[in-house]
């Protein structure tokens, strides 16, 4: 069977995350619906990272694997087509050997978290960001952000529900850079690491916003490292303002990319 890679971008909102179940709508479940349109019986598609409840991607990739040959660019049109009116696109498609993991073969991952900071309640991007409502100190949070990053075991900053192995990880990056946003600040977190632990990125965001808010010092956030306990966390931060951004692997998939499809 044909195995493809797709690049996929949806507003996580509307879903019960990506993972299909039973009862509640998933991108998963949409997504199989659509191939479902082009081939029967298409074997469940794997994904790069199942992504919560409520979490949007800009850079999702999915695989795929069909009876018969498609050309990659007429893939993500047909499945565009099919996956209307829900807010989950193909930006790409590409033609990959049989041993290819979406999962597997990828070597990184990056995510976005957006907080917005401003009185008034979110309209454009109502669901698309984390409201606050003041300023956060950004040099202070790039404080905290720095014991962070490295190997360490996190887990402080692990879900109890998580089921990796170990919550030893490495952590390449935590930039927090600041922009203007409509009526306030935007304050954007860039993460990256081989792979994280289930909801690592958003403990870390709500955590680092106490920082921001001057409820914490920075140096808290190592001596909660340190503990490796779940009860030193901060607050997990909210779904609303994360993106899966980008899923790296050694020989990009999609770099030959017809345009307008990705």
Not at 42 to 55: I, K, N
Not at 162 to 181: F, H, N
Not at 207 to 220: F, I, M, Q, Y
Request: net charge neutral; proline share 8%.
């Amino acid at each position: 069977m044909p195995r493809y890679a797709l690049k996929i971008e949806y507003v996580g909102t509307p879903f019960a995350g990506w993972q299909r179940q039973t009862g509640p709508e998933t991108v998963q479940g949409v997504l199989e619906a659509a191939l479902a349109r082009l081939e029967p019986d298409v074997p469940s598609v794997a994904a790069a990272g199942r992504t919560d409840a409520g979490v949007h991607a800009w850079g999702q990739v999915a695989q795929c694997d069909l009876s018969r040959e498609w050309e990659p660019f007429r893939l993500s049109e047909a499945l565009n087509y099919h996956l209307k009116p829900h807010p989950v696109a193909v930006t790409a498609a590409a033609r990959v050997e049989g041993d290819w993991h979406a999962r597997f073969s990828a070597v990184g991952r990056a995510y976005v978290y957006r907080i917005v900071a401003r009185r008034a309640p979110l309209t454009h991007d109502r669901g698309l960001a984390w409201r606050v409502p003041q300023p956060l100190d950004v040099a202070a949070m790039r404080e905290a952000a720095g014991h962070l990053v490295g190997r360490h075991d996190f887990t402080t900053f692990r879900s109890v529900e998580c089921q990796a192995d170990s919550p030893v990880k490495t952590l390449d990056r935590l930039d927090i850079s600041e922009v203007e946003g409509r009526g306030g600040p935007e304050y954007r977190f860039d993460v990256a690491a081989r792979s994280f632990l289930h909801n690592q990125v958003r403990s870390f965001v709500g955590t680092l916003e106490r920082v921001g808010a001057g409820k914490w010092p920075p140096d808290r956030v190592k001596g909660a490292l340190e503990a490796r306990d779940r009860a030193a966390c901060g607050p997990v931060a909210p779904p609303d303002g994360l993106y899966l951004a980008h899923v790296s692997y050694p020989d990009d998939p999609f770099r030959t990319s017809r345009p307008g499809a990705g």
